[in-house]
């Protein structure tokens, strides 16, 4: 509840509002900087609630406008921001380092549909016991890995030996325009036939 009113109380209204010259903007208004009083005047006589928009200005901004109007739409703004934000999804998958050659394609094909799907992978090495004695070859496996990755995307983090784990991180590929290199290939083929 508390964070509500601090979010309310974010930009002055109409009385708490306490220079005595402010800047007005907005629709429906003669620009410029009017008296405090004037002011709260204008926006009483249209029915709206002058709001503080930039109180660092000097004179401080203040707009016109319907308060809780104006809450509403900074709040679906925020929103949109928040969808608009790209998610990274990290995907783990897991080796034994003697990993059999079925269990390590059916790992690989699914590592495949990861990075197709814009996901990082994260593939890691996990070391128990005494098996910490084959790092070497926990370190094949996950290069081996990593090169049968490289169509779908590029190494972001060598393998790292971190406790018990040696790790590898895998980033999606920038996938380019397919519509240019076609091009250009005709293009070629159709240079050699002329010639």
Excluded: W
Excluded at 61 to 73: E, G, P, S, W
Excluded at 79 to 89: D, F, P, S, T, Y
Aim: glycine letters at 6%.
């Amino acid at each position: 509840m508390r964070d509500d009113r601090n979010k309310e109380q974010q930009y002055r209204t109409n009385e708490r509002i306490r220079v005595p010259e402010v800047r007005l903007v907005g629709d429906n208004i003669t620009q410029g900087v009017y008296p405090t009083s004037k002011a709260l005047q204008m926006a009483e006589d249209m029915g709206f609630d002058l709001v503080e928009i930039s109180p660092n200005a000097n004179p401080p901004v203040c707009k016109i406008i319907d308060y809780q109007k104006f809450l509403y739409q900074q709040k679906k703004r925020m929103k949109e921001q928040k969808a608009k934000a790209v998610r990274v999804v990290v995907k783990e998958i897991r080796f034994g380092p003697q990993t059999d050659d079925h269990d390590y394609n059916f790992k690989l094909r699914h590592a495949k549909e990861f990075l197709s799907g814009g996901s990082k992978v994260k593939s890691y090495v996990f070391f128990k016991g005494r098996s910490i004695l084959f790092k070497e070859q926990g370190e094949v496996l996950l290069l081996r890995f990593a090169t049968d990755l490289e169509e779908y995307g590029r190494v972001e983090q060598m393998p790292v030996l971190e406790g018990k784990r040696m790790t590898i991180m895998i980033s999606p590929s920038v996938k380019k325009s397919a519509g240019t290199k076609p091009a250009v290939a005709e293009n070629r083929e159709e240079e050699k036939v002329e010639k």
